[in-house]
T-cell receptor, first 114, second 116 residues
Framework: GDSVTQMEGPVTLSEEAFLTINCTYTATGYPSLFWYVQYPGEGLQLLLKATKADDKGSNKGFEATYRKETTSFHLEKGSVQVSDSAVYFCALTRPLYNFNNFYFGSGTKLNVKP | GAGVSQSPSNKVTEKGKDVELRCDPISGHTALYWYRQSLGQGLEFLIYFQGNSAPDKSGLPSDRFSAERTGGSVSTLTIQRTQQEDSAVYLC??????????????FGPGTRLTVL
């Protein structure tokens, strides 16, 4: 079945460091891929998405490229800030509307230290 | 416009009591999801409603859990005879499930349930 695997955390970085959070997926067909972010005490927010191979999603300095050949959607940011400290979830969905087919990874906690 | 809202934001109950959690999705969103997030854990899918179709209940952990969606809008998640292991944050999300932005889920702030 469909699934998402992302690197375990926590990830601890100093401010202005480069961030990569790995995400790989298993799915038939052509899923849409997402990164959601959960700040402390809040619900999940969409960070970025990509709907087809080679698409790059970007937002708030974060980027992820849909790589079908490696079934990956790694999240990157060139220079993290303390305010980026949060839990990041990779997710996928396929357009089969009559049942749930939205799959989340287990989340990666990012701690950014000043 | 208004996002997904959930109430109450916090609920403390005693073991064995029933609780109801409410979700108001974004107007016009036909799909509604409930998830459970235990402390420090990922998301556990509970139930999915899509339009007038029969809901996908495959994620409900026991028959103490049930949910309904009235008029294709507001949803209520009911937990009967609560147990301490039910303590978690319950998240609701909605989406349009149509072309364009239809894949994106919009989440509410969650209800934090504590069972004493």
């Amino acid at each position: 079945g469909d699934s998402v695997t992302q690197m375990e955390g926590p990830v601890t970085l100093s401010e202005e460091a480069f961030l990569t959070i790995n995400c790989t997926y298993t799915a038939t067909g052509y899923p849409s891929l997402f990164w959601y972010v959960q700040y402390p005490g809040e619900g999940l927010q969409l960070l970025l998405k990509a709907t087809k191979a080679d698409d790059k999603g970007s937002n708030k300095g974060f980027e992820a490229t849909y790589r079908k050949e490696t079934t990956s959607f790694h999240l990157e940011k060139g220079s993290v800030q303390v305010s980026d400290s949060a839990v990041y979830f990779c997710a996928l969905t396929r357009p089969l509307y009559n049942f749930n087919n939205f799959y989340f990874g287990s989340g990666t906690k990012l701690n950014v230290k000043p | 416009g208004a996002g997904v809202s959930q109430s109450p934001s916090n609920k403390v109950t005693e073991k064995g009591k029933d609780v109801e959690l409410r979700c108001d999705p974004i107007s016009g969103h036909t799909a509604l999801y409930w998830y459970r997030q235990s402390l420090g854990q990922g998301l556990e899918f509970l139930i999915y409603f899509q339009g007038n179709s029969a809901p996908d209940k495959s994620g409900l952990p026991s028959d103490r859990f049930s949910a309904e969606r009235t008029g294709g809008s507001v949803s209520t998640l009911t937990i009967q005879r609560t147990q301490q292991e039910d303590s978690a944050v319950y998240l609701c999300a909605s989406s349009t499930r149509t072309s364009g932005d239809g894949d994106t889920q919009y989440f509410g702030p969650g209800t934090r349930l504590t069972v004493l």
